[in-house]
């Protein structure tokens, strides 16, 4: 079964930046579509970002386009997430999973941004 560990999160001041990582198991992590997560406090979870296997193709979602970059290493089966110029609006728990066949959810990241 696939297992997703996020690590990276932290305080940082807005304007500042944090790596998130995601190292994978369980799950053929060269042949999956990746993305990331977020759960802002009450609020759902939504997407905010994603690579294919090849990472010939990334989006991300309107709110984090131009501050943060999705990555990905196939040989450590782990994804990063890049986030510079952070926001308060960026405070979350952040998650990774595969796109196609969804595992478990992991325990995510925290990230916060004051202002």
């Known amino acids: 079964q696939a297992q997703f560990v996020e690590s990276g999160g932290g305080s940082v001041r807005a304007g500042g930046s944090l790596t998130l990582s995601c190292v994978a198991s369980?799950?053929?992590?060269?042949?999956?579509?990746m993305a990331w997560y977020r759960r802002a406090p009450g609020k759902e979870r939504v997407r905010v970002a994603h690579i294919t296997f090849s990472g010939n193709e990334i989006w991300y979602a309107e709110p984090v386009e131009g501050r943060f970059t999705i990555s990905r290493d196939n040989a450590k089966s782990t994804l990063y997430l890049q986030m510079n110029n952070s926001k308060p609006g960026d405070t979350a728990v952040y998650f990774c999973?595969?796109?196609?066949?969804?595992?478990?959810w992991g325990q995510g990241t925290q990230v916060t941004v004051s202002s």
């Open positions: 999973n595969n796109i196609r066949r969804p595992g478990p």
């Open positions: 369980g799950t053929v992590f060269r042949l999956s579509d």
